[in-house]
């Protein structure tokens, strides 16, 4: 039986999961604004029932969305690198 290579034969294999890690990124990117509005609506409309009140489920979703705008533009300064 030969010797086992000690070669490195796992360069597709390493271009497979890098490719894999930027779709990952991607779809990061694409998920954090309706990801942010939708929290910030559902807690915020929590608070609504909870104090009796209209308005906070609204303020929540567009806290949301400015929240997960700044996420996103910190993660594509951080990709860009």
């Not at 604004?33 to 029932?49: K, M, N, Q, S």
């Amino acid at each position: 039986m030969p010797p086992p290579s000690t070669e490195k034969k796992d360069h597709p294999r390493s271009e497979f999961l890098s490719g894999m890690a930027t779709r990952e990124k991607g779809v990061q990117l694409a998920m954090l604004i309706p990801t942010g509005v939708f929290l910030g609506w559902i807690v915020g409309a929590g608070l609504d029932h909870w104090l009796h009140t209209q308005w906070i489920g609204v303020a929540g979703a567009i806290f949301g969305a400015v929240a997960g705008f700044v996420q996103m533009v910190r993660l594509a300064m951080r990709m860009m690198k």
